[in-house]
């Protein structure tokens, strides 16, 4: 039986099997997943309809079962068509959950071309499609290590 919240059998499958530097990414309902997957990861969809399931739902479920070491979100081009004026809504709330876990992680924007490689890369184990409609919800975990 288990203790945390986090309880999809595929999910906590593949987290079982990633390890330190494994980068896990909670991708919003617009990210392309299928075609941006390292040569290692898995896609898994929670995508049911249109804002179920969300980013923030998923990462309160994965904090209670891994230690992250980093969370970067996509950066946003200044003239891409869907660029806001400062920070998305979102990258408050995730930081406020992450403050809420204890962790004093902060979030660290990859430029929106890189992340596409950052998530191409063999250290991806695990995409989590949700249907989260808000945009730039996308986050890159990199999972850290058990403390004795």
């Keep these: ?24 990414l ?4 617009n990210y392309p997943a299928s075609n941006t997957l390292g040569p290692n990861a898995q896609l898994v969809s929670l995508n049911l309809a249109p804002g179920i399931v969300t ?12 230690p992250i ?5 996509m950066g946003i081009p200044a003239d891409d068509p869907y660029a806001l004026k400062g ?5 408050a709330e ?15 924007p990859i430029p929106k071309w ?5 998530v191409a890369s063999r250290d991806h184990v695990l995409t989590i499609q949700t249907a989260d409609q808000r945009l730039w919800a996308n986050l890159l975990l990199t999972i850290g290590v058990r403390q004795p």
């Design 1 to 24: 039986m288990l203790k945390h919240t986090l309880i999809h059998p595929e999910i906590t499958a593949i987290l079982a099997r990633a390890g330190h530097h494994s980068k896990v």
């Design 26 to 29: 909670i991708a919003d309902g």
């Design 55 to 66: 980013c923030t739902q998923v990462l309160e479920a994965l904090l209670t079962a891994l």
């Design 69 to 73: 070491e980093a969370a970067n979100t």
């Design 87 to 91: 920070d998305p809504p979102i990258w």
């Design 94 to 108: 995730y930081r406020s959950i992450l403050t809420g876990a204890g962790l004093s992680l902060p979030l660290q």
């Design 114 to 118: 890189d992340f596409y490689d950052a």
